[in-house]
């Protein structure tokens, strides 16, 4: 009930193109949903995050898209462009209270490489 | 300039020893957090501290061990009891309240066993 999982593993775009990574959950008890952008040998970066009272938001190039129903959330990078290449990480968190609080579980990560 | 600071960057330890991993924060996050990242794979939570002198296991606390006695400082030390340490760790930090979501990282350490 734990697991994120998250496809594709790679993904090679165009420059231009649009990149979609996808994230499935279980626990209908997670309701808080990040991404995270890492270049390699560095630290992830908190890119863009939603809450389950929304079906999508939107910062600049890139869009989360949620589906409560499906327990389902993508990641949209619109106009990609090489500086985009970098692992993507979806994760997601539980709600207050008890000592799981804040704790996140990381989907594994797509490699994205975006060509000029 | 506010951020979390990981030391060293690089660790090369013999098998057998016990090596600790400095972290430090100066963002005045009450929420810290330890996680190990192996290729191909995402982030797996190690120990996290929600306050001062408290802490509790994660997914793989097996082999690490963690104190908290600042609020800026979260020392993990690999023992010998971990039998595949090579790995890049990552500490990570969170303001608390409702966001304690939201964790922001530190650039990494890379422990490598020779």
């Known amino acids: 009930q734990q697991q994120v999982k998250q496809s594709p593993q790679s993904l090679i775009v165009q420059k231009g193109g649009i990149s979609i990574i996808n994230c499935a959950y279980e626990n209908t008890a997670f309701d808080y949903f990040p991404w995270y952008q890492q270049f390699p040998g560095k630290g992830p970066a908190l890119l863009i995050a939603i809450r389950p009272d929304v079906s999508e938001k939107k910062e600049g190039r890139f869009t989360i898209s949620f589906n409560k129903s499906a327990k389902q959330f993508s990641l949209h990078i619109m106009d990609s462009q090489p500086g985009d290449s970098a692992t993507y990480f979806c994760?997601?968190?539980?709600?207050?209270?008890?000592?799981?609080?804040?704790?996140?579980?990381f989907g594994q990560g797509t490699i994205l490489t975006v060509h000029p | 300039d506010g951020g979390i600071t990981q030391s060293p960057k690089y660790l090369f330890r013999k098998e057998g020893q016990n090596v600790t991993l400095s972290c430090e924060q100066n963002l005045n996050h009450d929420a810290m957090y330890w996680y190990r990242q192996d290729p191909g794979q995402g982030l797996r939570l190690i120990y996290y501290?929600?306050?001062?002198?408290?802490?509790q296991k994660g997914d793989i606390a097996e082999g690490y061990s963690v104190s908290r006695e600042k609020k800026e400082s979260f020392p993990l030390t690999v023992t010998s009891a971990q039998k595949n340490p090579t790995a890049f760790y990552l500490c990570?930090?969170?303001?608390?309240?409702?966001?304690?979501?939201?964790?922001?990282f530190g650039p990494g350490t890379r422990l490598t066993v020779l």
């Open positions: 990570a930090s969170s303001i608390g309240g409702r966001d304690y979501n939201e964790q922001f």
């Open positions: 501290s929600q306050i001062v002198n408290d802490f």
């Open positions: 994760a997601a968190s539980k709600g207050a209270g008890g000592t799981s609080y804040g704790k996140l579980t």
